[in-house]
């Protein structure tokens, strides 16, 4: 790889790459490149969604790393990637994966980030936060789903 090709693929994390070169990098680019690209956080839905249907499976999972992507691009790596269990559940634990899909996670899997993100799209009140860390580490706690509804219940 000489200079130039090092600075261009360099530039692929840059939030300000403008979308025209992030698309033709997805549909033209190496896999190198992509999986660059996957880490920029500022990608724009549409070069979200063609990451997410690439054929390679470590772009996939370079896009799973990127904590800024949308719940929808989420969604779209859960169900191409379904038949790799160890994707489907980075997929699943993901600070962005729809809610829908957090609901059915055991609470003591759960990350702190991908907790705080779901509290927050659901205006939890700070005595239901704290009701919901007494979960966090138990192994008889059930899904979140379950246990919202007990901590909503007792509101």
């Given at each position: 790889m000489?200079?130039?090709?090092?600075?261009?693929?360099?530039?692929?994390?840059?939030?300000t790459?403008?979308?025209?070169?992030?698309?033709?990098?997805?549909?033209?680019?190496?896999?190198?490149?992509?999986?660059?690209?996957?880490?920029?956080?500022?990608?724009?839905?549409?070069?979200?969604?063609r990451?997410?249907?690439h054929?390679e499976?470590?772009?996939a999972?370079?896009?799973?790393l990127?904590q800024?992507i949308?719940?929808?691009?989420?969604?779209?790596?859960?169900?191409?990637?379904?038949?790799?269990?160890e994707?489907a559940?980075?997929a699943?634990?993901?600070?962005?994966?729809?809610?829908?899909?957090?609901?059915?996670?055991?609470?003591?899997?759960?990350?702190?980030?991908?907790?705080?993100r779901?509290?927050?799209n659901?205006?939890?009140?700070?005595?239901?936060?704290?009701?919901?860390?007494?979960?966090?580490?138990?192994?008889?706690?059930?899904?979140?789903?379950?246990?919202?509804?007990?901590?909503?219940?007792?509101a």
């Open positions: 000489d200079d130039t090709e090092s600075e261009f693929d360099h530039r692929l994390t840059d939030p790459l403008p979308n025209e070169i992030a698309l033709s990098v997805v549909s033209a680019g190496s896999i190198g490149q992509c999986i660059t690209l996957a880490a920029n956080p500022n990608l724009s839905a549409e070069a979200q969604a990451l997410a249907d054929t499976e470590v772009v999972e370079s896009l799973l990127n800024t949308s719940p929808a691009s989420v969604s779209k790596l859960l169900a191409r990637w379904k038949v790799q269990p994707l559940n980075q699943k634990h993901h600070v962005n994966a729809p809610d829908s899909i957090k609901v059915t996670l055991e609470v003591g899997t759960m990350t702190w980030a991908s907790l705080d779901f509290l927050e659901q205006g939890a009140t700070s005595g239901e936060r704290k009701t919901l860390a007494t979960y966090m580490g138990t192994e008889e706690s059930g899904t979140l789903g379950e246990v919202w509804a007990r901590i909503r219940a007792l």
